[in-house]
């Protein structure tokens, strides 16, 4: 296991926390309807599309729901790599040596386009709300503003790690 420089844990929203709960509560009345429709039709051409419409729905909604419920972002900086999570989904791994250049920044959701994990022509971004954060440059010249409570930290923690190793 390799050694952390750095870890950074963000909660999100409440509000999306209630999404997650409203995924779930929906989840289970959905899937039981859907249930009775395939014992209805079994036997029939019509209980295979049934039945697959309804693991896709549970599947999606399910994972929807973990999502939302997780509601988390992760920073983690190690001497080979930073990487970011919208836990439980890796959305990023930055290999230090890649980087070229590392500085302070401000983000805001609206600049984004949204929360999360945002991807744009300019830059890809994680955040979860307006406030302080690290740019990051890569050697091909991709974009990272990462949103950071400890933004001073986090570019403590990338430093030495960039640095050329014997």
Known sequence: MTELRYREHQPGPRWLRAVGVFCVAILLPVSAVMANAVAQR???????????CMVFFIVAIGLASLICLANTIDIRVTHRDITGLVVPLRVFRIHTEEITAIEPATVT??????IGYRVTPSARYLLFNAGPAVRITTRTGRIYVVRSLRPDALIAAIEPAKAPRQ
Do not use: I
């Open 42 to 52: 079994w036997g029939t051409g019509s209980a295979l599309w049934v039945l697959a």
């Open 109 to 114: 959701p609206t600049h984004a386009g949204g």
